[in-house]
């Protein structure tokens, strides 16, 4: 099984500042096929990115997801109020399908 | 529009059986593979179970291996988990959601709490 581990576990920021959220896995994710989800309070996942690097249509370009390999890279340019949430990566490679256990952006 | 409705869920004491259903709507279902996912109390996301298309195909994560059985009938739009020998573990709220790899359509979840 491929164990993701996100980091920072969560943070508080200030709307307009920089972002970058980071995900490892403990071995190679095959085709990058890593993904990113935002989950907001009492609401299901919506996924953001596809294949580490296809942000979904419907989110601002101020997302986008890089890496490969085992590490993998989910950056917000510009916060906005909006984006304060919770953000997970899942990686679709191999199975069992896992979940990074998520980071917390917050308003500081 | 493309929708994803949960139900089935409840309270049960451990040991018990829920059989939770997802209805589609929106896409062509039998396209599809589909997904469950759940999530306990304040805790992360953890992938349950997923079918093929065609049913062919099934995967379960090892926490509810032989326990659980995904199954869907596509002339109902319908996906189906019925949950036998529930423990306090498995306390949670269940998605269904399409796809198995990246899953771009989820429902907004069903209950369960299993408590004695």
């Known amino acids: 099984e491929i164990v993701l581990t996100q980091s920072p576990g969560s943070l508080s920021l200030s709307p307009g500042e920089r972002v970058t959220l980071s995900c490892r896995a403990s071995?190679?994710?095959?085709?990058?096929?890593l993904a990113w989800y935002q989950q907001k309070p009492g609401q299901a996942p919506r996924l953001l990115i596809y294949?580490?690097?296809n942000r979904v249509p419907g989110f601002p370009d101020r997302f986008s997801g890089s890496g490969s390999g085992t590490d993998f890279t989910l950056t917000i340019s510009r916060l906005e109020p909006e984006d304060f949430a919770v953000y997970y990566c899942?990686?679709?490679?191999?199975?069992?399908?896992?979940f990074g256990q998520g980071t917390k952006v917050e308003i500081k | 529009q493309v929708q994803l409705v949960e139900s089935g869920g409840g309270l049960v004491k451990p040991g018990g059986s829920l059989r939770l259903s997802c209805v589609a709507s929106?896409?062509?279902?039998?396209?599809?593979?589909m997904s469950w996912i759940r999530q306990a109390p304040g805790k992360g996301l953890e992938w349950v179970s997923y079918?093929?298309?065609?049913?062919?195909?099934?995967y379960y994560g090892d926490s509810v291996k032989g326990r659980f059985t995904i199954s869907r009938d596509n002339t109902k739009n319908s996906l189906f988990l019925q949950m036998n020998s529930l423990r306090a573990e498995d306390t949670a709220v269940y998605f269904c959601?399409?796809?198995?790899?990246?899953?771009?359509?989820w429902g907004q979840g069903t209950t369960v709490t299993v408590s004695s």
């Open positions: 899942q990686q679709y490679g191999s199975s069992p399908r896992t």
């Open positions: 959601a399409r796809g198995h790899f990246g899953l771009e359509v």
């Open positions: 929106g896409f062509t279902f039998s396209d599809y593979y």
């Open positions: 079918i093929k298309n065609s049913g062919s195909t099934i």
């Open positions: 294949d580490a690097s």
């Open positions: 071995q190679s994710v095959n085709n990058r096929y």
